[in-house]
């Protein structure tokens, strides 16, 4: 659940590219913007929380991507 929240604090962040005659391509989130959002909700990034993160930012590109 932390991960999913961490996740959620910072959902607004992402990088995208344009692609000429088809829908962005969703590189993955910025995360210099990530760490001042975190820092400012309070939220302390461990090892942990860091790795379940990505894990559950990487489905979600996955996921933007197959669209």
């Not at 990530?34 to 820092?39: L, Q, S």
């Not at 309070?42 to 930012?57: K, N, S, Y």
Request: glycine share 8%; hydrophobic share 50%.
């Amino acid at each position: 659940m932390p991960a999913l929240e961490a996740f959620f604090a910072v959902s607004n962040q992402w990088r995208v590219s344009p692609v000429f005659g088809g829908p962005p391509l969703w590189l993955g989130l910025d995360y210099a913007a990530c760490r001042a959002a975190w820092d400012s909700a309070g939220i302390a990034i461990t090892p942990e929380l860091w790795a379940g993160f990505q894990t559950v930012e990487a489905a979600a590109k996955d996921a933007l991507n197959s669209r």
